[in-house]
């Protein structure tokens, strides 16, 4: 009987009709003996049928349920619940239906805890990061914070949900004024007067447009790179002094000795070197007032090729290429300044004067000043703090220039480039955002 329940269904059925017709004939011959042929034949075949169909029935009944199992757990995995499986030791050829029927809800199960955990750790990383992140929709209320944006803006409570015009209401007018703004950018808030950044990204989420909102906290880093900064301030400027008023003094007693012993021949000697020392001293001082007191640009409009004539005739330098008859907006002092600082840098860089040159071009939203020259080169070091200010691998150098040069370019909204040359030397590009000009 089990060797039958596991038989496939189709021949199962046959061996059910087989059995029918067989019983129908021996009914007819049975009861032929004691009621007419023609009746006795149709008493048996009902008789036959009729336990037929309770047989398909009983047959039939436990595949039913097997279809109304698969459909109970393929609403459970539309739900999302895939802890169902179904047992079936019946028909082989519907045992391979519910092998691949639990095999789906196996992988189902695995990719789901799978998920799971990912989403777990994600949350984790996204709650315990020290950066305070505002999901909003496109109607400008909160869809996601974490633990840092709900103790800045609503202390320490939920914020999904709320409209950011409300939570706004309670904070700083700095943070107010900068979430206002549009763009990326850093803001003091705070009696601490703490540091943030702020960064803005916008993107589409099950297609609809939202904003993601990132607050970093960066006084601690600021105040302790200030620091650093003030160090290095203070040893270069010690060094200076050391280097010049250490030789002035020495002068001025040498001057004293002198006068003692009426040898005034040589005092215009001393007196020189003090003057030489001094102006040294006080062109260093003037370098570094001029980088601390670096003014707004003054923007006009510039003609380039006298400007790069009047350049010319300060440094020498090679023009590469062609100057465009172009009118450029920028402040000509400081871009002059700029540019003055890079071709020194590169007429010190070792190589030969004749190869230090300029070349301007024009892009679709940008100025590019280049400066090269065929010069040592720079090392890794070198190239990731060339722009810092105060570090230099000169022995005598102030750190400044390219530091200087820098400032100057992010003021006009530009930026600076550096980076050694393939056959030798350095390439130092200054970018400036294309202003109203006219050809």
Do not use: C
């Not at 269904?9 to 004691?34: E, K, N």
């Not at 992988?107 to 990383?125: A, F, K, N, P, S």
């Not at 380039?304 to 300060?314: G, H, R």
């Amino acid at each position: 009987m089990q060797r039958l329940r596991t038989l496939p269904l189709a021949i199962r059925m046959i061996v059910l009709l087989v059995l029918a017709v067989a019983l129908a004939v021996a009914g007819t011959v049975l009861l032929s003996r004691w009621l007419p042929t023609a009746v006795a034949g149709v008493l048996a075949g009902a008789a036959s049928a009729a336990l037929a169909g309770f047989w398909v029935w009983r047959s039939l009944a436990p595949v039913q349920a097997l279809f109304r199992a698969l459909a109970g757990t393929v609403a459970a995995y539309r739900d999302g619940d895939f802890s169902f499986g179904i047992h079936w030791d019946r028909h082989a050829d519907l045992a391979e239906l519910v092998q691949a029927h639990n095999a789906l809800g196996n992988t189902l199960r695995e990719q789901r805890l799978d998920l799971v955990q990912r989403e777990l750790l994600l949350d984790t990383v996204v709650q315990n990061t020290p950066v305070a992140m505002l999901l909003l929709d496109p109607t400008q209320h909160v869809v996601l914070a974490n633990l840092a944006a709900r103790r800045l803006f609503n202390a320490g409570r939920k914020l999904e949900g709320h409209a950011l015009a409300d939570l706004l209401a309670s904070v700083p007018a700095a943070v107010r004024e900068a979430l206002g703004r549009a763009g990326d950018g850093m803001f003091t808030a705070g009696e601490a007067e703490d540091v943030y950044h702020l960064s803005r990204r916008s993107f589409r989420l099950n297609g609809r447009p939202h904003e993601l909102l990132l607050l970093r906290q960066m006084t601690v880093e600021l105040r302790r790179r200030e620091v650093q900064t003030w160090k290095n301030v203070i040893r270069v400027i010690s060094h200076e002094l050391n280097n010049s008023l250490g030789p002035i003094s020495s002068l001025a007693h040498s001057g004293t000795e002198l006068l003692r012993r009426g040898q005034v021949d040589r005092l215009p000697l001393v007196l020189d070197t003090i003057g030489e020392r001094a102006r040294h001293l006080d062109g260093f001082l003037r370098e570094y007032a001029r980088f601390a007191k670096l003014p707004s640009p003054q923007l006009e409009a510039v003609r380039l090729p006298p400007f790069i004539e009047k350049l010319q005739a300060q440094v020498a330098f090679a023009i590469d290429g062609t100057i465009p008859d172009a009118t450029a907006q920028f402040d000509p002092a400081q871009i002059q300044q700029a540019l003055l600082n890079l071709l020194k840098n590169a007429h010190e860089s070792g190589g030969a004067p004749d190869q230090v040159a300029l070349s301007l071009r024009q892009l679709p939203g940008a100025w590019e000043l280049e400066v090269r020259d065929r010069g040592t080169g720079m090392g890794e070091a070198a190239l990731a703090n060339a722009l810092l200010p105060f570090y230099s691998t000169k022995r005598n150098g102030t750190g400044l220039g390219l530091a200087l040069a820098r400032e100057i370019a992010e003021a006009h909204g530009g930026r600076i480039a550096i980076a050694n040359r393939p056959d030798g030397g350095v390439r130092v590009v200054l970018s400036l955002p294309r202003g109203p000009m006219s050809a």
